[in-house]
């Protein structure tokens, strides 16, 4: 019974003194870290805002070679998720989804570490004249009685993987071809006149391919009541883009004026002057284009002056080689 209390006062003198030191402890840590990519911003964001292109670079996803991983969402950006599981204690089990990302400039994302709760973190990139800056970095809170364990430990831990991931990416980006838009050329020209019937969508970006089809399917049903027939690729207007919310006009160009019913508008996409670039590749990697045409238009002093539209002259269903899928992308211009 003496050992017994001896025990007890021992435990309890044990969490007093770790309910005192967890008082002056602070209950969340920040860990970040740096390093420049001689690469440009564009190129080395593309490969964090890919989450699948990790087990290329990533320390966390080389520990377990058997780690099993699953993709959920769109191939890239907002609403990306990343769920994996490991038998090796190190890896864990947990889901990163990407809650917000900006081209070339930041990602943040959410991780839900199984045991842990869920923390935030992501990646700042700022553009050199050689190259980019990349932070990674993590904010966690902590519970009361782990600022002691693992929160004393826990930043260098992270600070040590930090610096193993960012010299992983900074090896891949900088073994990639220096331009991935050596072959990209851009036209000025007048485009043609369009007859078209559309309808006005606003979703989310992770819902856009989803939208087009449904939408694609109306607009047929209503070119079938005019008897209308399709006169070239089908499109998109995009009006506002942004991390949350797309508006956008999917179109369907016909060989003759249409009469608007009901959400269904027919219109004429008028000719104008434009700036036309052709993109070979995956629908979600268009936005490395859109880049590329604003930062052109800029050097070459033009002024953008309406909504761009994407042409999406491949059929998906045909052609299964993502490489070979046109988007031609046009931008209005003074």
């Not at 990163?96 to 869920?118: H, Q, R």
């Not at 009361?144 to 826990?154: D, K, T, W, Y």
């Not at 800029?298 to 988007?327: F, H, S």
Request: proline share 5%; with cysteine.
């Amino acid at each position: 019974m003496k050992a017994l209390k001896i025990a007890g006062i021992i435990i309890l003198i044990i969490l007093i003194l770790a309910t005192v030191v967890s008082v002056f402890l602070p209950s969340s840590i920040h860990a970040e870290r740096s390093m420049f990519i001689n690469r440009p911003a564009a190129q080395v964001f593309n490969q964090v805002n890919h989450l699948k292109t990790w087990k290329k670079w990533s320390y966390w996803d080389s520990i377990d070679p058997k780690m099993q991983s699953t993709y959920e969402g769109p191939e890239a950006g907002v609403g990306a998720i990343h769920k994996w599981r490991s038998t090796d204690e190190l890896a864990g089990a947990g889901t990163l989804t990407i809650t917000e990302s900006m081209p070339n400039e930041k990602i943040v994302t959410t991780l839900n570490f199984e045991g842990m709760g869920i923390s935030t973190g992501g990646w700042r990139f700022a553009a050199g004249d050689s190259g980019t800056n990349v932070t990674t970095y993590m904010d966690i809170d902590l519970p009361f009685f782990g600022r002691i364990f693992p929160g004393l430990v826990f930043e260098k831990m992270l600070n040590d993987d930090f610096d193993k991931t960012l010299n992983g990416l900074k090896k891949h980006c900088e073994n990639l071809p220096l331009a991935e838009e050596k072959e990209w050329e851009i036209s000025v020209m007048e485009s043609n006149a369009l007859k078209i019937m559309s309808i006005k969508i606003t979703c989310k970006p992770s819902e856009i391919g989803m939208q087009l089809g449904e939408s694609y399917g109306k607009i047929g049903e209503a070119m079938m009541k005019q008897g209308l027939k399709q006169s070239g690729p089908v499109l998109a207007v995009y009006e506002s883009f942004s991390a949350d919310k797309v508006v956008m006009e999917p179109a369907i160009p016909v060989d003759k004026s249409g009469k608007s019913d009901g959400n269904i508008i027919a219109r004429e996409l008028p000719s104008v002057q434009v700036m036309k670039l052709d993109f070979y590749g995956d629908y979600i990697d268009t936005e490395k284009a859109h880049i590329f045409m604003d930062e052109w238009a800029r050097k070459q002093g033009k002024t953008i002056a309406g909504n761009p539209w994407e042409e999406y002259v491949t059929d998906p269903m045909v052609e299964k080689d993502t490489t070979k899928w046109l988007t031609r992308i046009y931008y209005p211009i003074q």
